[in-house]
């Protein structure tokens, strides 16, 4: 019986994202990726930046004062799978790659945000942190990083409300 309670009152708790929190915390504007169909809703506080080079970011949204950033790529895989999990295991391979083995990575666990199954790990190195999460849109699959040389935890509710902001 308290089973059943539980999955009851679990199934209606309110969202922990939901169109009115978007609203609280980003402009009405959107930032447009330059090579993928997708658009990001850009948080309070936050402008768009241009890279001038789609080849590094598609989007790049920087925080007002300068000391956090997040990304989008597009997350392209030789793998015939080309499923969302083994791509999350690329992406740390690649990763553990580029910094030669010296990262100690953070995976968490699964997260359904709107309708979207993300994948996230986290690492610091050289006094820089990084949370990546991996998702997927519109049959395409994407690398969300939030970047900062200082705590970037405050900011992890607002990168996945910029996954759940995503049209």
Not at 66 to 77: A, D, G, H, I, M
Not at 97 to 104: H, Q
Request: proline content about 3%.
């Amino acid at each position: 019986m308290f089973v059943i309670l539980s999955i009851f009152i679990s199934s209606c708790a309110p969202s922990k994202y939901s169109q009115a929190e978007v609203d609280k915390y980003f402009t009405q504007e959107n930032a447009k990726a330059k090579t993928s169909p997708i658009l990001l809703q850009i948080p309070k506080g936050w402008h768009v930046v241009d890279a001038n080079n789609e080849a590094f970011f598609d989007v790049l949204l920087v925080r007002n004062d300068l000391n956090l950033s997040l990304s989008l790529l597009p997350f392209y895989s030789n793998s015939t799978s080309n499923n969302l999990e083994k791509n999350y295991e690329t992406s740390i391979l690649l990763q553990q790659a580029k910094y030669k083995n010296k990262l100690e990575i953070k995976k968490e666990i699964p997260k359904e945000i709107g309708d979207k199954k993300v994948l996230t790990y986290s690492f610091s190195i050289d006094g820089k942190n990084y949370r990546i999460m991996l998702f997927e849109h519109n049959e395409k699959q994407y690398e969300l990083t939030l970047f900062g040389s200082k705590n970037i935890e405050i900011e992890y509710y607002l990168q996945e409300l910029v996954i759940f902001s995503a049209k």
